[in-house]
């Protein structure tokens, strides 16, 4: 009894205690400040300082910076939007000469190489625990300390004379800081200077330095080619400059006067640019030279060589006197006929000279043979007149990477230990050097090694010291990725982690060593003084002034021109161009006493197969494996996620006795490794292949233990002429295991079955106007209204080479969480936009008619997943938007089983953001939870920002106010996204060309997307 | 045979149990248990952790929701329909059927709510008036189904409730312990007048006319789920005819694996014979040709509509990756069943139980297949899946469903009565001045 009566007092006096008001003044209090301070790990006052608000920082509106892609050497320009002092997108730079707007799906990734969670915090030196069992833990320690240690190490060395057994490895720096460097190597005491890339095009470069005294990668004009024959560059997916490239042959291809450039490729493995060519021949591997030189004869033989005197034209014949299609058809796989149509194709006298191009070099098709194929692919464009017209070397690429063997050498010597110190900034030689090579066993004889690195890889593993640096998106600096054009980078946020930049660490070096040196580094202000300095003194001098009565008034003007209008101007628009001397080339006699066809000759092979390692169009040479959208969209080709295998046929998978999925090891002269079948129809008979980029160890979550890595197979003897890596050809025998480990693949079958998703028409039906519009079905149900806009897009499936620059904008846009490999394996992606592929069968072509089809929601006036949902959690808006609500959404699922699209995804789990990279979410779009659906939205957010500008500008909406994330991504410019109601508009015109279709209109679900059919060649 | 002695067999039935019975009921809640534990880990997680496979989003949950549908079936039909047509046989099944159908409704009813996304909002799906002005799409077959479900709860609980009401007041007279109270509350009063059989008499028949359109919709609306959907495999418009009689087919299979047992158990061979279950075998046969019938309809419109999506679909459904789940299908529903040509198959109480069982694990796979197989093979072949692969949480649910629905079927059956009282009183020869509810 007592018992009860003490329950019911204190359960009174609970209820006076927390009386409503006072548990409403909680919650309100409480609330808030919960909210803001589980933001973010980092404090609010260094995203925003609200004390002293900086000018460019309004909550809620979205700055823009203009800067430079670091991804690969082809210095694309971007824009990255910060929300709240945040990076949250990235955008091609529509201004910036090299790529024009587009940014490819490495670039779209930069970003999760800013926010990566395995990105090195701090400082941290090496401190060994067990010396006999090999096992070190890393300590973190004071930047100033680890700085320290660093000029210790080095005035150490310098002092004792022995500054030139320090070796510095870079990436191929250009503008300031290949300056910096240069000064800095220089304050070491001489140091050995590397400059480390693994796709350095060495062959290339040799070649042309053997043929025009040049030793560089010229300036291909896709944009003037009419007739375009590639030998295996891959100039869509990684080569020089994809995005760029990419732009412009896009541009050349369109159907213009009844004509389209013809592009034919040829290589032995089909690529994702090969997908895209008119024809594509398999060849054996490394015989692409021959057909060049076969060709090269006939063009000669048939006298249809243009623009060369005939004195050349007579040395250059008797070069490949040697061959003719008929004598290369059997090596090269080619029918004599077809090498010969190919010749008066691409010199076809009607055209004029210097219309056609050839390019080669491609990575994957480079073997023992790179040199010798580069000069022929070189000469055929001499001969067809293209040197100087469509092959430029005024714009050329300022590449200026060591070669391979340079690398090489440096491990030799590490080896002989003629290296005391090793510097290494971000670049992984470990991983991307031939395993035979042992970069790694060569670093372990270098007494300390200390990175500079933001990430942790491969060669950070036989680190002493790391002093992690800036990413590009926090760095100051500039690029000068060819002649005449001069990007900027600026920081476009505070560090996510406690790093520096590698510039100023490189200052501080050469201030605190002292000596003569010291003075060749700004004492304040660090590289961004360096920067400012070198851009002053690049300004162009403004123009003299004609009446020059005050002679100094006016000198004094002269000295100082507006640097800072400059300097801001440049800022802004992220660079500047420089005018461009042309550059006359023409060919050196040394060359007609070369063997040029015996060199071409392929290389006996070793054994069963031949191994094609190829730059993967996601992780380049292996630097994007760390990101998990690079990982999570699927190849273009395969449709693989998570991983990489050993491409085969049916044929040789058959022959080995394995299946799709089964393990099987691939052992060449040069090392084995356990790899993944996946089959592959579109290779050359003998050849296996395997994408470069996977296999990692120590490059964090989300790529370590995944794929394989074929630069174990390979050879450490690089290319004789060129020194280059040897990436193709390696002679390789395949063992099945009794092991399955598949793949998972995103799309298991290419084949349409007769469903006429991805449409064709050829040209000459195009031409002819023998193309039937469809015809819209008669509905029963009224359309919906649509009184202002109707959004709508267009996707040109000639134009779209498959390149997931869309997919991933899409996944930086809208949040769109990755899942990872096991859920990958029930289909469970996240991704709102998808490119399908499918093969047609193609005659003329021993490739398949490829067509890669975007398929994302159709936004469709009479939208089967509207009428289902039992909640109206999906509905159609009077702008002709198919919205999701997400947050009404009980996830019955049904609005997915009814899309014929189905373009819906749902919610298995609610989505993970791994800290740091939650900082990257889209503040504009909602993260969505688990147990909803979601899809396509076609960017509302972005939407409704075009609205408000054009209501902040009092006038309306225009044609370009408004983009999806996708549509501004794409290089070939396929996706073209508006106002349907505006009849001026472009997606509106494109609407009604001649070529528009929409996918399974036989549903008349009335969609907002029109696709434009592919233009097939006439066979 | 005497109504006293009715009543002695009857309501001997509801005795203590035996352990047998207490072994029963451990199992089925042990099961029930597991099925909530699987659901509960679900709910947490979240739906990933069952089997989906892009683009089959609905797999399992949605089988075994038609399923205990259509095991509903029988019930109402054997009860009101057969009622209806004075099919006297039905007297000693009808109460076990209209049983099964209230608990296989009920559990039916829980696996929309375990299939949706967000469990804890599935009363969204219910036309509330709420503060925030929302209203449900009166357009999707999914309210229809919400309310077709619901309303064939209802009728049907009332409807065994109705015909209970006069056995409950015979049980409140004749079992003196606990549950006594319960009956009397139960019982509503009945005193066994002229008057109140005549009142009951009225309402049973006129439930029985309510209820029997119910039979016909219920499934039918359920059926619209697919068919109303544009995905070949679905939409047809013979599903609602072929999905009534399919579940009417399972109904009596799910009857004869429940009677079968329960009459063996409790002795109740003297009212339960194998006449009745001959007439329930031959029930079976007829609806087992109706769904043999729209099995081959399905294909010859397939084939005959030159249609590249739905010929794609039913080759698939033959030959592609569920070929195996498809002729098992065929097997178990068509072409077993026709051993019930045979009189002395009919007869053959263990042959009959055992082919029961067939059909229901056919009838199970018939609506895995048209789920399952339809949406791994739909309009766009980048989107075509895999096999789709069940996981242990889908597993543990659909076991847990039995568990519960067990459970609940062996806690009726001992505490009420499972045949019929008055109405075996009924069909009884009426012995002079005997009152049926009150001797």
């Given at each position: 009894m007592r018992g009860k009566e003490r329950v019911k007092q204190s359960s009174s006096s609970l209820i006076e205690v927390v009386e409503r008001r006072t548990f409403l003044k909680v919650l309100g209090s409480a609330g808030p400040a919960v909210a803001l301070s589980a933001c973010s790990p980092i404090t609010p006052e260094q995203i925003i300082p609200f004390v002293i608000p900086p000018e460019d920082v309004i909550p809620g509106v979205a700055t823009w910076y203009a800067s430079v892609c670091g991804e690969c050497p082809a210095g694309c320009g971007t824009l990255v939007r910060t929300r709240e002092g945040r990076a949250v997108k990235i955008e091609g730079n529509p201004e910036h000469p090299i790529n024009r707007g587009g940014l490819c799906v490495r670039g779209q990734s930069s970003l999760q190489g800013l926010y990566n969670p395995d990105r090195i915090p701090g400082p941290q030196r090496r401190r060994v625990t067990n010396a006999a069992a090999g096992q070190s833990v890393l300590d973190a320690l004071p930047w100033d300390d680890a700085q320290q240690d660093l000029v210790d190490r080095v005035q150490a060395l310098r002092d004792a004379g022995r500054g030139d057994r320090i070796a510095v490895i870079t990436p191929p720096l250009t503008g300031t800081m290949a300056a910096l460097t240069a000064t800095w190597v220089e304050a070491l005491g001489g140091a050995r200077w590397v400059r480390y890339e693994p796709f350095a095009y060495e062959a290339t470069r040799e070649s042309n330095r053997q043929l025009f005294g040049r030793a560089e990668v010229p300036h291909y004009d896709f944009a003037n080619a009419d007739y375009l024959i590639s030998f295996g560059a891959d100039f869509l997916e990684t080569f020089s400059s994809p995005v760029g490239y990419a732009r412009d042959h896009a541009g050349q291809r369109r159907v213009r006067n009844g004509e389209k450039a013809r592009f034919v490729q040829v290589e032995p493995r089909l690529s994702m640019t090969g997908a895209s060519a008119d024809e594509w021949h398999a060849v054996s591997p490394e015989t692409e030279g021959l057909v060049a030189a076969a060709m090269i004869q006939t063009i000669i033989a048939e006298q249809r060589a243009q623009g060369v005197p005939p004195e050349t034209l007579d040395a250059i014949a008797a070069l490949v006197s040697s061959v003719s299609p008929d004598t290369v058809a059997s090596t090269t796989g080619l029918s004599a006929d077809g090498i010969r149509d190919l010749a008066r194709e691409f010199s076809d006298p009607a055209r004029g000279p210097g219309r056609s191009l050839a390019v080669g070099g491609g990575v994957g098709v480079s073997g023992a043979n790179a040199t010798a194929t580069a000069s022929t692919v070189a000469l055929l464009n001499y001969v067809a007149g293209n040197v100087g017209r469509t092959v430029d070397f005024g714009a050329a690429s300022t590449l200026d990477a060591s070669t391979y063997a340079d690398m090489q050498a440096l491990g030799d010597s590490m080896r002989a230990g003629d290296i005391e110190l090793a510097i290494i900034y971000n670049v992984n030689p470990v991983f991307a050097m031939p395993g035979e090579a042992d970069f790694a066993g060569a670093l372990a004889e270098v007494p300390f090694v200390i990175s500079l690195s933001s990430l942790p890889d491969e060669t950070t593993a036989h680190a002493d010291l790391l002093l992690p640096t800036h990413t590009p998106l926090e760095s100051w600096g500039d690029s000068n990725p060819r002649r005449g054009v001069y990007g900027l980078l600026q920081p476009t946020m505070q560090p996510v982690f406690d790093t520096r930049h590698a510039g100023d660490v490189m200052i501080a070096v050469g201030r605190a060593l002292g000596g003569d040196t010291a003075a060749n580094f700004p004492r304040r202000g660090g590289f961004y003084r360096y920067l400012r300095n070198t851009w002053q003194a690049m300004q162009p001098l403004p123009e003299p002034v004609a009446d020059d009565t005050d002679g100094a008034e006016s000198d004094a003007a002269a000295e100082e021109p507006d640097f800072e209008g400059y300097w801001a101007d440049a800022l802004r628009r992220g660079g500047t161009t420089l005018a461009v001397e042309p550059v006359e080339v023409n060919l050196l006699p040394e060359v007609f006493d070369t063997d040029l066809t015996g060199a071409l000759s392929p290389p006996v092979p070793s054994r069963s197969y031949a191994l094609i390692a190829y730059p993967s169009l996601h992780f380049f040479d292996g630097r994007g494996a760390n990101r998990p959208w690079l990982q999570e969209i699927?190849?273009?080709?395969?449709?693989?996620?998570w991983g990489t295998g050993v491409e085969m046929t049916a044929e040789t998978a058959a022959a080995i006795g394995a299946g799709e999925g089964q393990m099987v090891a691939v052992e060449s002269d040069h090392g084995q490794v356990d790899a993944s079948v996946i089959i592959n129809p579109h290779l050359a008979a003998g050849v296996v292949a395997i994408a470069i980029g996977q296999g990692h160890t120590n490059f964090g979550r989300y790529a370590d233990n995944r794929g394989v890595n074929p630069v174990a197979l390979l050879s450490a003897q690089p290319e004789a002429a060129s020194g280059g890596v040897r990436w193709t050809g390696t002679g390789v025998d395949l063992t099945a295991r009794q092991l399955e480990r598949p793949i998972p693949r995103l799309q298991h079958g290419f084949d349409q079955d007769g469903r006429e998703m991805a449409q064709s028409v050829s040209l000459a039906a195009l031409v002819a106007g023998d193309v039937h519009p469809e015809e819209e079905p008669f509905s029963l149900h009224p359309d919906h209204d649509h009184p202002v806009h109707r959004w709508g897009m267009s996707i040109d499936l000639d134009a779209c080479n498959g390149c997931n620059a869309c997919v991933a904008a899409c996944y930086a846009e809208n949040n769109i969480p990755v899942m990872g490999a096991d859920r990958m394996r029930r289909g469970r992606t996240m991704s709102w936009l998808r490119i399908e592929r499918f093969d047609e069968p193609a005659p003329g072509s021993d490739g398949p008619d490829n067509r890669f089809l975007p398929m994302l929601c159709q936004h469709c006036d009479h939208a089967p997943c509207e009428t289902v949902c039992p909640v109206f959690a999906t509905y159609h808006t009077e702008e002709g938007l198919n919205a999701q609500v997400y947050n009404r959404c009980v996830g019955t699922r049904y609005c997915s089983n009814n899309c014929p699209y189905k373009v819906r995804r749902f919610n298995w789990f609610l989505p993970e953001f791994e800290s740091p990279l939650n900082l990257q979410l889209n503040p504009d779009v909602t993260a969505r939870s688990d147990g909803v659906m979601e899809k396509c939205t076609f960017c509302v957010q972005r939407i409704q920002a075009g609205k408000e500008t054009a209501r902040d500008e009092d006038r309306p909406v225009q044609d370009g106010d408004v983009t999806s994330a996708c549509a501004q991504s794409c290089p070939a410019q396929a996706i073209v996204f508006g106002d349907m109601n505006d009849p001026g508009s472009r997606v509106s015109q494109l609407g009604n060309d001649a070529r528009a279709y929409h996918a399974l209109a036989e549903f008349n679900t009335r969609p907002a997307v029109t696709y434009l059919k592919k233009v097939t060649p006439d066979a | 045979m005497s109504f006293a002695k009715i009543n002695d067999d009857i309501l001997r039935t509801l005795r203590a149990p035996g352990p047998l019975w207490y072994g029963g009921v451990v199992v089925a809640i042990s099961l029930a248990l597991v099925g909530l534990y699987a659901f509960l880990y679900q709910a947490r997680t979240g739906l990933?952790?069952?089997?989906?496979e892009h683009p089959i989003l609905w797999g399992i949950y949605i089988t075994d929701f038609v399923f205990w549908v259509g095991i509903a079936h029988s019930g109402t039909l054997i009860s009101a329909v057969l009622f209806l047509f004075r099919a006297r046989w039905r007297t000693a099944v009808a109460r076990a059927a209209e049983a099964m159908t209230v608990f296989a409704v009920m559990t039916a009813g829980l696996f929309p709510i375990i299939h949706i996304g967000r469990p804890w909002f599935f009363y969204w799906l219910l036309p509330y008036p709420n503060e925030r002005q929302l209203w449900v799409n009166f357009r999707s077959p999914l309210v229809w189904d919400v309310f077709a479900i619901s309303t064939y709860l209802t009728v049907s609980a009332m409807f065994l409730y109705l015909g209970l009401m006069p056995d409950i007041a015979a049980a409140r007279d004749r079992i003196k312990d606990w549950r006594q109270p319960i009956y009397k509350v139960l019982a509503l009063g009945w005193r066994g007048t002229s008057r109140q059989w005549h009142h009951h008499a009225a309402l049973y028949g006129f439930f029985a006319a309510l209820a029997t359109p119910l039979v016909i919709s219920v499934h039918s609306v359920v059926s619209w789920d697919f068919a109303m959907a544009i995905l070949p495999g679905w939409h047809s418009t013979i599903f609602a005819p072929y999905f009534v009689a399919g579940a009417i087919f399972s109904g009596i299979a799910m009857v004869i694996t429940l009677l079968l047992p329960m009459r063996r158990a409790f002795k109740l061979e003297s009212y339960i014979t194998v006449h009745h279950f001959e007439n329930l075998a031959k029930l079976m046969l007829t609806t087992s040709l109706i769904v043999g019938y729209a099995y081959l309809t399905e294909f010859f419109v397939a084939w005959y509509s030159g249609n590249v999506f739905e010929q794609g679909t039913f080759y698939d459904r033959m030959f592609g990756q569920y070929w195996g789940y498809s002729w098992m299908m065929f097997t178990c529903n068509v072409i077993l069943p026709l051993l019930l040509f045979i009189k002395a198959f009919r007869t053959n109480l263990a042959a009959l139980f055992v082919l029961s069982i067939f059909v229901n694990i056919g009838m199970w796979l018939e609506r895995y297949v048209i789920i399952v197989s339809s949406l791994s093979h739909d309009f766009d072949p980048a989107n075509w899946a895999g096999v789709y692969q069940p996981t242990w949480v889908e597993g543990a649910i659909t076991v847990g469903s039995f568990g519960l629905f067990f459970t609940l079927f062996l806690l009726f059956i001992k505490n009420f009565p499972a045949v019929s009282i008055t109405e075996m009183k009924e069909s009884l020869e009426q012995p002079a001045g005997a009152d049926p509810a009150n001797s």
């Open positions: 699927p190849d273009p080709m395969l449709k693989t996620t | 990933g952790v069952a089997g989906y």
